[in-house]
């Protein structure tokens, strides 16, 4: 689960790291309030979305007067942000911070992250902030300092002197990088982060060494112990139908393509992706039903699908282990049943009750087309969904 | 032959009492594997379905059956306690099925794992959140299903589950069976690797070839490549899933995501193909791949 840079600032606070004085935008907002708060212009605007790159979409805005605040909000607001990370539609900007304008003298980053190779929790620094870490590992790999550290015990301080001293945080600086660098590993391993970056990580004018940006990662296997963050789990979607996969309790995510897929199980959902595309077609969603789906969730998963207006075609890919043919057969029949399938469905089964699955569906009367096998399945739907 | 597990290894089931664990226990004493008890905490005593005894602790189970091997099925915010009881117990192999351990669990199971088993090398803990592994003919822990195996010279390593099956399925239909297949799980802290399985059956006469499957995220395929170039002997044919899956999106396994530029499709073939690797890039070709290999290599002996 991903949080706004908002909330990774809230929680960053909370762990002991300095951050700009700022506020959540509001129309009703008056300028002197926001002064009070957050000193004179100018001050930045920043648009809150998941999507990284937000300065070279616009996202950023400089402030000087209260008028232009609310100009450049109701901008903002008003329609999508296009940033190198989102796709050519953009993403909705639902909310804005506005944060104090801070005299930066220079950028460093620095993040921590689990580090699969190790199975370990690493720092990873750079005395060049500012830019992406993927940039910065093509261009100056030298410039990336790495630091395994016990997940049993944290980031020792020595450790984090290490880390300071080597992308040249200044002198005067080096005991609140050392503390800094300490409560991000802490609050990293506390909240069961997969990633807490900061970048820029400023040395500012003002207030010293702070986090000028803030991104935060939850493993979403762990939430269940993280109280605190698991209400902001629905809102980390990039799509409404994203959202009501989540609370079928099925892996959706939703793609630009015309051909929609179920199948069960990860791996077999991406290879069936990837067969549409070698077949010349596109993927319209990627869906997992998981191992263990119930006619319910078949059935909702379903209608999900079809609720795509982008979708020509449908193809259910379904090796049966655990979830058994018969159960999908039954879920299908069932959507049919509420909502008028109005394309083409290729079904695939194979596993488990296999024979029982096809003939329900050869029985119901849906018109289905079946198939032989994965890739039969997907050249025939290929075929279906073509203008 | 096989790598890991035979038909004489005896294996304990963490979690029996469970809707998942009762019904793999019974599929898995069904196909042959020598089940000898189930551990649920607070059920000791107790009999399940009347025939294997449930213990309270590993540690008894163990004691009691000799068991050297377990397979995990408890709920996930128990997942990584369960695998360190069973390595304190001294269990040599660990499969854990379970699904959602949080990464940080897995992180302190790396960590501990070693301190607290009474083995030299620690025990080979394959998943979580895979289906397991089998030695068609001879035993399986896991869930996958039986039938779509066959006994034969293929080895198997992969980080799916169904699309194992898939694979599995396709090599079966053209004569091809498996010496052993493992799932190693489509988390991004794994208790095994690649390339420790790999390693096994480079040193397994009975595999001949090998099948492997990746998918975006990580480096793992990246460093078993680099594995296979300089140390394996064997003929490999691998299909990596997920050429068509966006960035930054996890794509239903936890570790299945291309995050900060790192994990990608092309990254994984292009090393993999520079270590020789024959790669489908069809997964409905998987099967014939390797057909063709045992062909073009003179391996057709081995079928036999």
Request: charged share 20%; net charge positive; proline share 6%.
């Amino acid at each position: 689960m991903r949080l706004l840079e908002h909330q990774a600032k809230k929680q960053f606070a909370a762990w002991g790291i300095p951050i700009p004085a700022s506020a959540l935008y509001r129309a009703a907002l008056s300028v002197p309030a926001l002064k009070k708060k957050l000193g004179s212009f100018p001050w930045i605007l920043k648009a809150q979305v998941y999507a990284g790159g937000r300065g070279k979409g616009g996202g950023i805005q400089k402030i000087k007067s209260g008028g232009e605040l609310r100009t450049k909000a109701r901008q903002l607001l008003g329609r999508p942000l296009i940033t190198p990370q989102t796709g050519s539609d953009g993403v909705p900007v639902r909310s804005l911070l506005v944060e104090q304008g801070l005299t930066i003298q220079k950028e460093f980053y620095v993040s921590v992250l689990l580090d699969r190779t190790l199975g370990r929790p690493i720092v990873v620094a750079s005395g060049e902030g500012g830019m992406s870490v993927e940039e910065l590992a093509a261009e100056r790999p030298e410039a990336i300092l790495r630091l395994p550290f016990d997940p049993l015990v944290g980031l020792l301080p020595f450790e984090a002197r290490r880390i300071a001293k080597g992308i040249g945080i200044p002198k005067a600086h080096l005991a609140s990088a050392e503390k800094q660098l300490i409560a991000l590993a802490a609050g990293f391993l506390a909240s069961d982060a997969s990633l807490a970056e900061i970048n820029p990580w400023a040395l500012t004018k003002e207030k010293g060494l702070l986090a000028l940006d803030a991104k935060l990662t939850i493993d979403d296997s762990a939430l269940y112990r993280q109280p605190a963050l698991n209400p902001l789990k629905t809102a980390d979607a990039d799509s409404p139908a994203e959202a009501k996969s989540r609370r079928i309790g099925i892996n959706y995510v939703g793609l630009d393509g015309t051909v929609g897929c179920m199948v069960n199980g990860a791996g077999l959902a991406m290879a069936t992706m990837d067969l549409i595309k070698l077949h010349g077609g596109s993927p319209a969603n990627f869906l997992d039903v998981g191992g263990g789906a119930n006619v319910d969730q078949v059935r909702e998963a379903f209608k999900l699908i079809l609720s795509d207006k982008k979708v020509r075609a449908v193809l259910v890919n379904i090796f049966g282990g655990i979830m058994k043919c018969d159960v999908v057969a039954q879920g299908i029949i069932q959507a049919a049943r509420t909502i008028r399938i109005g394309v083409p469905l290729v079904v695939r089964l194979e596993g488990t009750n296999v024979e029982r699955g096809m003939e329900m569906l050869n029985r119901s009367g849906l018109g289905l087309i079946t198939a032989s096998d994965m890739n039969d399945a997907a050249q025939k739907v290929v075929q279906a969904a073509a203008p | 032959m096989s790598i890991l597990l035979g038909s004489t290894i005896k294996v304990i089931v963490q979690g029996i009492t469970g809707k998942a664990g009762g019904f793999h226990a019974a599929q898995m004493l069904e196909y042959g594997t020598p089940v000898v008890a189930g551990v649920t905490p607070g059920r000791g005593g107790e009999r399940w379905e009347k025939k294997l005894p449930i213990f309270d602790s590993v540690a008894e189970a163990a004691e009691k059956t000799g068991a050297t091997a377990t397979g995990i099925f408890v709920p996930a915010p128990f997942g990584a306690d369960a695998i360190l009881e069973a390595a304190a117990a001294g269990l040599e192999l660990i499969v854990v099925i379970t699904e959602g351990i949080p990464a940080r669990d897995m992180a302190r199971v790396k960590r501990l794992v070693r301190q607290v088993s009474p083995l030299k090398n620690g025990p080979v803990i394959i998943g979580p959140n895979g289906p397991g592994l089998i030695t068609p003919g001879q035993a399986k822990i896991g869930i996958m299903p039986g039938y779509i195996h066959t006994p034969g010279p293929v080895g198997l390593v992969s980080r799916s589950g169904t699309l194992t099956y898939e694979a599995v399925w396709q090599l079966t239909q053209r004569g091809l069976g498996q010496s052993t297949c493992v799932g190693i799980g489509g988390d991004s802290i794994p208790g095994t690797g690649f390339i420790e399985v790999l390693e096994r059956f480079e040193k397994d006469p009975a595999t001949k070839a090998v099948v492997l499957i990746g998918e975006i995220g990580g480096s793992a395929e990246e460093a078993a490549a680099d594995y296979i170039r300089e140390h394996f002997s064997k003929p490999v044919v691998a299909f990596v899933a997920g050429a068509t899956a966006p960035k930054e999106k996890r794509m239903g396994h936890a570790g299945a995501v291309i995050a900060q530029g790192q994990g990608t499709h092309e990254s994984k073939i292009k090393a993999l193909k520079a270590a020789g690797v024959s790669i489908a890039r069809n997964p409905s070709d998987i099967g014939e791949t390797m057909a063709e290999l045992f062909q073009n290599k003179d391996l057709i002996p081995a079928l036999q």
